[in-house]
């Protein structure tokens, strides 16, 4: 890569990088911007100082990086330290982490074009991150680490783990396969993008299974992987959020051409899934087909929203996009499984068994069948799976009592029949945070049904904390969603024709208060506007994030709330927001999207831009530590060396107090120091959507 690009790109790209991350460094970082703005592209001497060139992964964030830097970029770097002056001589430099990630694709992002025939690559990229996690272990140990020297930088990149998509690309043998051992291999993935769609396995119904049974049970696997033993790790931003998962996210796009036993497979390895919080369908049923609709909604209620699934999956981020059909029929048979207390019979038709469902482990060489003959015993020549590892996280269902074989759901391949002296039973205990508590919802806009909305919420909206709807081409009723949502804490309403809009409704649910009539109005930015501006509102209380469309945003571009007839309200649009920025103090943020070039009243919505809000922002973990390290020193009683013959000093009295602190006391203090909340104000031209309907942005 380094080869094919010249050393000005080079050093746009390391500006770009660092700069990328100022945002959340200390000051060197922003003196770092000021340099880069005051001169442009700084010829770093990117290739030798950060090893690119011969091999980007293996070269670019391994332990050379520190040893090999040009005269010009160390120069660069002691001028953007000597504008930080929290930099001390008798402290140690600062070291900073700047993140790179590999992005492995099979396709080229826009022209669609194949960038590789097989999966060769992406194992080439694992082994090199093996590689330099040796590489790093090696230099840890040897006597060549150094600490920063004192008033001085250092930049060090750090490979975070990469991204995956197969967009496009078939469900195939080699790509279970390939996932399968990467999984097993403990490689970890930002982001891993699918197609299921299995045409291309149809002829084979082995081969299909398996191969979707391999790809399934691996993204979501049932077993937990240490990220202290990955070769890539987080740059994190901060200590106390979690770290992602083996797969920090995963996007499926469902076709509507899937096969029923394998929408099943999915959804048996969903409801244990310890690999990823987050995850996103593409749900592209056909809304003309309610049969596969059905069957869809109700094994996402198994795989997504169960008793099982909330004890068992460790899914909290759930998004269901471009949705095909969500009827008010798809949503009862939605909650018939989701109130069922043997979901599992009821998926399959099944008549209650005389023994209760319970977990179990597969042993090491069982067979798996997919059918039975009507003497109960699979037909003679089946084809049938055998593992050469238990496999845990089966689920007993339907089961008789006596009967040899056994109706087992084993993750990742669905419903299969297993000797029950194959099978040991297994004590499960709940892993899960509780379930998905954060909800995104998106129809597809081309005649998609979605009158089952309401309903759909009113079964699952206890769950949930933050809820995110595109409410293109729908009804929407806040105060109908609120109720429905009685634990709801933050909702973001998108795609709307004037405006996007996040609610947050924390201190309500804090304080154990109802939350007020919540109305809207949707096309009216200046009565909107004057809503935020009353303090009698509880609107002006709950909008944190507001996003106005001065524009017709789904017509052509040519045709804009601005031209010569509605100018009197577009330009009464935006004194309205103006006036409503003087006296509220909630909003958090405010994106105006105007017609091309229309910047009347800029310097107006600019002074309001990064001003204090009367709301503070959570102070950091470590400051707090920082904070309650010095009280717990100061509480520790110190046994006197020798007899003490003097009084204690004023001084000595004086620091006796801190140890005393009580927590609220404390938490005052916490209070006080946490910074201020500073309003984002932006006003801009709408996207390049180069006639195509302009992207939906989140809120």
């Known amino acids: ?100 990630r590999v992005h492995f694709s099979m396709t080229h992002p826009a022209s669609y074009e194949s960038l590789c025939e097989d999966f060769e690559p992406l194992k080439q990229i694992h082994c090199a991150e093996k590689r330099l996690q040796q590489e790093w272990q090696k230099y840890e140990r040897s006597r060549k680490k150094r600490d920063v020297e004192p008033c001085n930088l250092r930049c060090t990149f750090v490979l975070e783990p990469m991204i995956a998509s197969f967009n496009d690309t078939k469900i195939t043998p080699d790509l279970a396969e390939t996932m399968q051992t990467l999984g097993q291999d403990n490689t970890w993935f930002a982001n891993v993008s699918l197609w299921f769609m299995n045409r291309g396995l149809e002829e084979n119904e082995y081969t299909s299974r398996k191969a979707i049974g391999q790809l399934m049970s691996s993204i979501f696997g049932d077993t937990r992987r240490s990220h202290e033993l990955a070769s890539s790790r987080y740059c994190r931003e901060a200590d106390d959020l979690p770290l992602p998962l083996q797969f920090g996210s995963i996007l499926l796009e469902c076709d509507g051409s899937i096969n029923p036993t394998n929408f099943e497979a999915m959804g048996s390895a969903l409801v244990v899934n310890q690999s990823t919080r987050k995850f996103e369908m593409l749900l592209e049923m056909d809304p003309d087909d309610p049969t596969t609709s059905r069957h869809w909604w109700r094994w996402l209620a198994y795989a997504l929203f169960s008793k099982r699934a909330r004890a068992c999956s460790a899914l909290e981020s759930l998004a269901l996009s471009q949705i095909g059909r969500m009827s008010v029929s798809d949503v009862e048979a939605f909650s018939a499984i989701l109130t069922s207390k043997h979901p599992e019979e009821e ?35 089946a084809q049938h799976l055998t593992f050469e590892t238990p496999i845990t996280s089966a689920r007993i269902f339907g089961d008789d009592g006596s009967s040899e074989w056994v109706n087992v759901l084993v993750p990742g391949y669905g419903r299969c029949y297993v000797q029950r002296t194959d099978l040991e039973l297994q004590d499960t205990s709940p892993v899960s945070a509780g379930g998905v508590t954060d909800l995104k919802i998106d129809f597809a806009q081309d005649e998609s049904i979605s009158d089952g909305l309401p309903r759909f919420l009113a079964a699952i909206g206890y769950l949930l904390k933050t809820l995110t709807l595109n409410i293109a081409d729908i009804e929407v009723d806040v105060n109908e969603i609120v109720l429905n949502c009685p634990n709801l804490e933050e909702l973001s309403l998108c795609g709307g024709h004037m405006m996007d809009i996040r609610l947050n409704l924390s201190e309500y649910r804090a304080n154990k208060q109802p939350i007020p009539d919540l109305t809207v109005a949707w096309n009216d930015v200046v009565a909107l506007a004057n809503a935020l501006a009353s303090v009698d509102n509880p609107l002006a209380k709950c909008v944190r994030r507001l996003r106005v469309h001065q524009i017709d945003q789904w017509a052509a571009w040519g045709i804009i709330v601005a031209d010569h007839n509605n100018r009197p309200a577009f330009q009464a ?115 390049d959507g180069r006639g195509e309907e302009p992207e939906i942005l989140p809120i």
């Open 573 to 687: 649009g935006l004194r309205a927001l103006l006036d409503m920025l003087a006296v509220n103090k909630s909003l958090e943020y405010l994106d105006v999207v105007v017609p091309f070039g229309h910047f009347i009243y800029l310097d107006d919505f600019r002074r309001h831009h990064l001003e204090p809000l009367s709301r503070s922002l959570a102070l950091s973990m470590d400051t707090k530590i920082a904070f309650l390290s010095v009280v717990s020193t100061c509480s520790r009683p110190v046994a006197p060396s020798k007899p003490q013959k003097r009084r204690a000093t004023r001084s000595t009295r004086a620091r006796r107090p801190l140890s005393e602190l009580n927590q609220n006391v404390i938490s005052t203090i916490f209070a006080f120091a946490a910074p201020r909340v500073l309003r984002e104000v932006y006003l801009r031209d709408p996207p």
């Open 1 to 100: 890569m380094g080869s094919e690009l010249s050393q000005t790109w080079r050093s746009k790209l390391v500006i770009a990088t660092i700069t990328h991350s100022a945002g959340n460094l200390p000051a060197h970082m922003c003196a770092f911007e000021q340099v880069v703005c005051n001169n442009g592209a700084i010829d770093f001497g990117f290739e030798a100082a950060m090893g690119l060139p011969e091999a980007l992964v293996p070269s670019a964030a391994a332990p050379n990086q520190l040893r090999v830097a040009t005269s010009a970029y160390l120069k660069a770097l002691k001028r953007i330290a000597s504008l930080d002056k929290h930099l001390a001589s008798n402290k140690p430099g600062v070291d900073i982490k700047i993140p790179v």
């Open 347 to 381: 998926l399959f038709g099944l008549s209650r068994g005389a023994v209760e469902d319970r977990d179990a482990t597969i042993k090491a060489g069982a067979r798996l069948h997919y059918k039975l003959n009507k003497r109960g015993q699979p037909p003679r020549g």
